[in-house]
């Protein structure tokens, strides 16, 4: 079904759960024709597979069991009772994708409401990511066994124990054959009721270390440690060689030997949570969740929506509310992800008496290098808290396997480091806690209110960082905010990455697949829902074996951007070209322009001029970050410690990385206590009172890189990085230095430098001679440069190159990776119209929008260059004529190469596929028709909306599209017609 409908449906039942229990009824009262809605706050189905990694299947003969079961054992999931978690999720991630089953992730039930007859609840109000919505059932059934619902029905509700929880450890020996099962004795640091169990898995050569605890046991991670220093010592050494911890429990299998008591629900509320001791059983209880309500009466239901969380926490929305912590907090971090961590333990260290909370949506820290599969640092700058947090890291990691073997640090280790940092700094974590709504007075955030398993819980304090990634907090509290570039509105790729071993000369390695799987809004729930179900089906293989399968699907999707909320400083490609130093500065930055995308029709101008012409996709960039970074200007008791800090669109491509949002979280979790302590908004604190904090953890200090931190990441930012491109002898005037080097040698970034100081005279003149250079790269060079300049004496020299193919790879690059993102200088220059374009373009442009071989980049270019050419001149009557049947034109066939990966031109020939199970193959030519739609309006020209199968990717970005399409016209300059 539509994901936009789900808000609007009666369903005639709402899971909540998407455990074996709630994926076994949904796929039950499904078959049955039933509208059945599946939610669960994370992202991954049959949890108990694909994070838990139970593989003893257990026995029942529950008819769709046995189905389920066959379905796995034809892909090769099953053998000898034992059953594959990752391969798992990734057929039932496929399974409710292509039989169309709603589904709905990052969404939790926060408040009940009645109206459904007989006792029962008619609506429930869920919290998700664009905030407080309502859902119109007839039924609604609490799988989940901490009991989600039933604990806003019940108040006295008790979230059932199971008899154990078991953790399952699973490594990759450094040889094909599987060691014995046996016991091992376990260490003092466990319960005495503790279990350790080594035994062979799945696959050949596969090991499992299961450790089985109490019911009640309340921190499963901290028995990591003392089971694997267990095994390290009881094991020979011999037969641990080259071994590897490739997974582990991102949560443990609880064990449930009693069917829980039934509680008092209304009428219409079914509990299968917290029941069975296999997967079998889970699976089986709700398999008979059909069972009695065959023949049950369906009534017409009235579709109630519109909830907002004033309306929430005044209780008109109903059910019981949220619970209160007693006392004002001091700060509070929402998220613990890459940069929320750090300013979690820097909040609490830098104000030891101060009371700091964090609640984090995953039930582990650390983001995306623990959670996200990708567990290794690609540039940033080292320094500060993160190296404790990499020594704390580099500490544990033989236990898991060398660093060599992981590719990076251990994403398991890094869980255990964060968590026993937290803890020695005295934060309080709660996991597993969803922000839903802010409440915001003065542009001061005085309470947030999280859902958690145990119900909603609203949390006052006078300082919050935010570090969910996407700016929540910040947006839901009225920061002002951009998402996605401005030409399509996309944003940068995702990626969904799992984890691979490969075995070589007796040695395991982890490996990180990691592959553009498209675009998505991270700001809408039903688009990440869409984007998890798509990526994971990269992953769908007709059968797998030994050799090819996945070891787990990543539990988050690889999220790269998201909002970027407005801040006292916004961070612009030029300060990271030029090397930029701030008074204010919490460290630095270091990387490289690492874009995915290849459509540069749709990037800035200035994108397109540094890539494209300039040669520098893989230049160096580097500068100091700024603490007005992280300050939202609308918001006073706010800093921001994740990927939502204030960047143009072009230095978040630089400005993103794993090393950057550590350093970031660090001032931002330091800031905001100092804040907090002094009473003052977060802008009002001296820097001089950050500063030493800083200095004194060596975030600010820019060192060379320890073998430590190259070993966690070997690129990384160097103070190499740091050297001013403008250093030049002092005898010499730098723009001599920057035309010498446009008139000899391959595309620098002097290029650049002479477009930005466009300003002085005798560069500008420099440049305008040199556009009648018979050099043809000396010409294009500075045509290029007069075309940012909006300078119209370059358009001749552009159509040159478009009429002639111009191409000179030869001459523009010198290194490999400048290769990646080449394309021809023709193809720049149809883009390079765009700031220049004159109505003398119009011939040309119809010529080549006549030529049906025009490939789908070049089409759009044409289109934008169009609706450049409507907003820069009042054209005449039969200019605009022209201008509409170039547009026409360029519809009137199908374009070429418009299917395509997402980090692929369709300009050039596709590379093979790589590190993924299949290739990732979606239709981009809305953004031909958003191009022309776009040009149109500029004319001010009347089109009809017409609906168009598009890519799964751009669904969000074509309902956006179809909302703007619709809006009134704009006054056209000239006149109006129709077409």
Avoid at 497 to 512: L, T, W
Avoid at 885 to 897: G, R
Avoid at 948 to 955: A, K, N, R
Wanted: glycine share 8%; charged share 20%; with cysteine.
């Amino acid at each position: 079904m539509n994901p936009a409908n789900i808000y609007d449906t009666a369903w005639d039942t709402v899971i909540f759960g998407a455990g074996c229990s709630g994926f076994a009824a949904t796929l039950a009262l499904h078959r049955a024709g039933r509208r059945v809605l599946l939610i669960d706050r994370h992202v991954s189905p049959l949890a108990e597979c694909s994070w838990s990694f139970a593989t003893d299947t257990g026995e029942s003969d529950d008819p769709l069991w046995r189905e389920w079961l066959a379905h796995l054992d034809a892909h090769g999931a099953v053998r000898d009772g034992r059953i594959d978690g990752a391969i798992t999720e990734i057929l039932a991630s496929e399974w409710l994708r292509t039989r169309n089953i709603a589904v709905l992730y990052h969404a939790v039930p926060v408040a009940v409401g009645g109206g459904g007859g007989g006792g029962g609840i008619g609506t429930v109000t869920i919290g998700t990511k664009s905030g407080l919505h309502h859902l119109t059932a007839r039924e609604w059934i609490d799988a989940t066994d901490a009991g989600e619902l039933a604990t806003l029905l019940v108040p006295d509700w008790r979230t059932p124990q199971p008899e154990s929880q078991v953790i399952n450890i699973t490594f990759r020996l450094g040889r094909d054959e599987s060691l014995p099962a046996c016991e091992l004795v376990a260490p003092a640091e466990l319960p005495a009721a503790a279990r350790l169990q080594w035994e062979p898995g799945l696959w050949p050569g596969e090991q499992i270390l299961r450790i089985e605890l109490p019911g009640d046991f309340t921190h499963p991670r901290r028995a990591w440690l003392p089971a694997l220093r267990t095994l390290r010592s009881t094991v020979p050494e011999a037969d641990l060689k080259g071994a590897v911890v490739t997974h582990g429990s991102v949560v443990p299998f609880g064990k449930y030997l009693a069917q829980p008591a039934s509680p008092n629900l209304p009428t219409n509320v079914r509990y299968l949570g917290g029941c069975g001791a296999t997967l079998a059983a889970k699976f089986t209880c709700g398999a008979a969740a059909l069972h009695g309500r065959e023949a049950s009466p369906r009534p017409p239901l009235r579709v109630i929506n519109g909830c907002n969380a004033n309306s929430l926490s005044e209780r008109v929305c109903g059910g019981l509310g949220e619970a209160s912590l007693p006392s004002m907090h001091d700060v509070a971090i929402a998220g613990l992800g890459t940069g929320g961590a750090v300013a979690a333990i820097a909040a609490a260290r830098a104000t030891p008496d101060a009371r700091v909370l964090a609640f984090e949506a995953m039930p582990f820290p650390g983001g995306i290098g623990t959670g996200g599969g990708f567990h290794v640092y690609y540039f940033g700058a080292p320094g500060g808290l993160q190296e404790e947090i990499n020594r704390r890291v580099r500490d544990i990691m033989p236990l898991f396997g060398s660093a060599g073997q992981v590719g990076g640090f251990h994403p398991e280790a890094k869980k255990i480091a964060l968590d026993e940092m937290l803890a020695e700094a005295g934060v309080y974590v709660v996991y597993d806690a969803m922000l839903v709504s802010v409440e915001t007075k003065n542009a001061v955030v005085e309470s947030a209110l999280f859902s958690t398993p145990s119900g909603p819980l609203r949390i006052r304090a006078r300082g919050w960082v935010d570090a969910t990634g996407d700016g929540d907090l910040a947006a839901m509290a009225g920061a002002t905010f951009r998402l996605g570039r401005e030409g399509d509105g996309l944003l940068h790729a995702y990626s969904q990455s799992s984890g691979r071993v490969s075995v070589k000369d007796g040695v395991a390695r982890m490996q990180i697949p990691n592959y553009d799987a498209g675009y998505c809004n991270p700001t809408d729930e039903l688009d990440l829902t869409r984007a998890r179900l798509v990526g994971v089906s990269h992953y769908v293989s007709a059968r797998y074996t030994a050799d090819d399968h996945p070891t787990y699907i990543a539990p988050l999707v690889g999220l790269r951007q998201s909002r970027h909320i407005h801040t006292d400083y916004e961070l612009t490609l030029d300060d990271l070209i030029n090397r930029r130093r701030f008074p204010d500065t919490i460290g630095c930055t270091g990387g490289h322009y690492d874009n995915h995308a290849r459509d540069y029709e749709f990037e800035s101008d200035e994108a397109a001029f540094w890539v494209w012409v300039c040669q520098q996709w893989y230049g160096r960039l580097a500068c100091e970050i700024p603490w007005r970074l992280l300050l939202p200007r609308d918001l006073k008791n706010v800093t921001l410690a994740c990927r939502a800090v204030g960047v143009s669109e072009e230095a978040h491509h630089s400005f993103r990385m794993q090393r950057d949002m550590q350093r970031i979280g660090e001032a931002a979790g330091t800031g905001c206590a100092l804040a907090a302590q002094a009473d003052v908004a977060c802008r009002d604190l001296p820097y001089e009172k950050l500063r030493p904090h800083l200095l004194s953890s060596g975030a600010v200090k820019l060192e060379p890189p320890s073998e430590l931190a190259a070993s966690f990441g070997n690129n990384v930012a160097s103070p190499e990085f740091f050297e001013n491109e403008q250093a030049i002898t002092p005898s010499a005037r730098i723009s001599d230095r920057w035309l010498e080097e446009l008139t000899t040698g391959p595309a620098t970034v002097a290029l650049w430098h002479l477009y930005r100081t466009g300003h002085d005279k005798a560069t500008r003149a420099a440049i305008e001679r040199l556009l009648a250079s018979p050099d043809a790269t000396v010409s294009w060079r500075a045509a290029a440069i007069l075309a940012m300049w909006g300078d119209a004496r370059s358009e001749p020299r552009l159509w040159q190159a478009i009429r002639t193919r111009e191409d000179d790879k030869a001459r523009d690059i010198t290194h490999p990776q400048q290769e990646w993102f080449y394309v021809p200088r023709w193809y720049a220059a149809l883009t390079l119209l765009k700031p220049c374009i004159t109505p003398a373009s119009l011939p040309p442009l119809e010529e080549l929008a006549s030529d049906a071989s025009l490939v789908l980049n070049l089409r759009s270019a044409v289109a934008l260059a169009c609706e450049a050419l409507a907003r820069r001149f009042a054209l005449s009557d039969s200019e605009r004529m022209q201008v509409t049947a170039i547009l026409q034109k360029l519809s009137a066939t199908l374009a070429p190469n418009a299917v395509r990966d997402p980090g692929h031109s369709t300009l050039l020939p596709e590379l093979p596929a790589q590190q993924m199970a299949a290739k990732v193959r979606e239709d981009y030519g809305w953004q031909l028709r958003h191009a022309v739609t776009r040009a149109r309006r500029a004319l001010g020209l009347d089109y009809i909306v017409k609906e168009h199968s598009i890519s799964s990717s751009g669904w969000t970005v074509t309902s956006t599209l179809r909302a703007w399409e619709s809006a009134p016209l704009k006054t056209p300059r000239v006149g109006v017609m129709s077409a």
